[in-house]
């Protein structure tokens, strides 16, 4: 499929940092085409944690390359990028790989790259057998750390393989808390973790926070450890309110009641700019990557 995008404006940058959640919903809506917005996903993917102080490095390398390709060549664009993402490799090869096409495109104005297959054998035999693994039992759940011991390989390997098969819809995810893999059902309802609906109710509900208690009943579970956690490693704003402590029967470490619970000022210029929030290699919330 072709697609005009050598008509893009370089002004759908969001300036400066929004004052707070309330404006988080603003900072994330690029007025760009919606097949460049993939693109940038796509390419944000595949750095993965290099590029989490600076999301906006996956905007300048994807206009750059539209820029390169000029108005003839960029209408295939489209099938560069797809291109890459059909490969079984890693996403800083698949970076590699862009960046060498756009190098080319730069150095000869009539160049086009052969989009040829990689041969990947061993990655489609190993695809192969997690599939099998999870139709032999489709109520049974296997995480990569399973899934690694059983075919007897890395889980770094098995952790590439399965976010490639989860890109390309062979597998998806069904509870991020536990990163339970399955394979695709209709409408999957996908059980997000206690700190991901954390982060997502106090970005929708803006600069006061919500209280404690508020907040538990309405994620109907106890928070205790998840929002102790988040205020430990500086994603929740530390704890300034007298009140109530949560009854000693209570699972999990006291929590004062009364106290309104606040993203951090650090994660709110980190949710401005569409970056990551992460603990350790735990992605705890993300931009969304619905309808991409």
């Given at each position: 499929?072709?697609?005009?995008?050598?008509t893009?404006k370089?002004?759908?940058?969001?300036?400066?940092?929004?004052?707070?959640p309330?404006?988080l919903?603003?900072a994330?809506?690029r007025?760009?085409?919606?097949?460049?917005d993939r693109?940038?996903?796509?390419?944000?993917?595949?750095?993965?944690?290099q590029?989490?102080e600076?999301?906006?490095a996956?905007?300048?390398l994807?206009y750059?390359v539209?820029?390169?390709a000029?108005?003839?060549?960029?209408?295939?664009?489209?099938?560069?990028?797809?291109?890459?993402t059909?490969?079984?490799?890693r996403?800083?090869?698949?970076l590699?790989?862009?960046?060498?096409?756009?190098?080319?495109?730069?150095?000869?104005?009539?160049y086009w790259?052969?989009?040829?297959?990689?041969?990947?054998?061993?990655?489609?035999?190993r695809a192969a057998?997690v599939?099998?693994?999870l139709?032999?039992?489709?109520?049974?759940?296997w995480?990569v750390?399973r899934?690694?011991?059983k075919?007897?390989?890395?889980?770094?390997?098995?952790?590439?393989?399965?976010?490639e098969?989860r890109?390309?819809?062979?597998?998806?995810?069904v509870?991020?808390?536990r990163?339970l893999?399955?394979?695709p059902?209709?409408?999957p309802q996908?059980?997000k973790?206690?700190?991901?609906?954390?982060?997502?109710?106090?970005?929708a509900?803006?600069?006061?926070?919500?209280?404690?208690?508020?907040?538990?009943?309405?994620?109907g579970?106890?928070?205790?450890?998840?929002?102790?956690?988040?205020?430990k490693?500086?994603v929740?704003a530390?704890s300034?309110?007298?009140?109530c402590?949560?009854r000693?029967?209570?699972?999990?470490p006291?929590i004062?009641?009364?106290?309104?619970?606040?993203l951090?000022?650090d994660a709110?210029?980190?949710i401005a700019r569409?970056?990551?929030i992460r603990n350790?290699?735990?992605?705890?919330w993300a931009?969304?990557?619905a309808?991409?």
């Amino acid at each position: 499929m072709h697609h005009d995008v050598m008509t893009i404006k370089e002004d759908h940058r969001v300036g400066g940092v929004p004052r707070g959640p309330k404006f988080l919903a603003a900072a994330h809506d690029r007025a760009v085409p919606r097949i460049v917005d993939r693109w940038i996903f796509m390419v944000r993917e595949w750095a993965g944690r290099q590029w989490d102080e600076t999301p906006e490095a996956a905007y300048d390398l994807v206009y750059d390359v539209i820029a390169v390709a000029g108005p003839n060549r960029s209408k295939h664009l489209g099938e560069l990028f797809d291109h890459l993402t059909r490969q079984w490799a890693r996403g800083h090869q698949k970076l590699n790989s862009l960046r060498k096409y756009r190098d080319r495109m730069k150095a000869k104005p009539q160049y086009w790259p052969q989009l040829k297959p990689t041969r990947t054998t061993r990655s489609d035999a190993r695809a192969a057998k997690v599939i099998s693994l999870l139709q032999a039992n489709l109520d049974r759940h296997w995480t990569v750390s399973r899934l690694a011991r059983k075919l007897r390989t890395s889980i770094w390997t098995m952790h590439y393989l399965t976010m490639e098969m989860r890109i390309r819809g062979l597998i998806v995810r069904v509870d991020e808390g536990r990163g339970l893999l399955v394979l695709p059902r209709p409408r999957p309802q996908v059980r997000k973790s206690v700190s991901r609906q954390i982060i997502e109710k106090l970005i929708a509900a803006g600069d006061d926070g919500i209280g404690f208690v508020a907040l538990r009943d309405a994620i109907g579970c106890n928070i205790s450890h998840q929002v102790h956690d988040l205020r430990k490693i500086g994603v929740l704003a530390p704890s300034t309110h007298a009140g109530c402590w949560t009854r000693p029967e209570e699972e999990g470490p006291p929590i004062r009641l009364g106290t309104p619970v606040k993203l951090s000022a650090d994660a709110i210029a980190k949710i401005a700019r569409g970056q990551p929030i992460r603990n350790g290699r735990r992605t705890l919330w993300a931009p969304t990557d619905a309808g991409r």
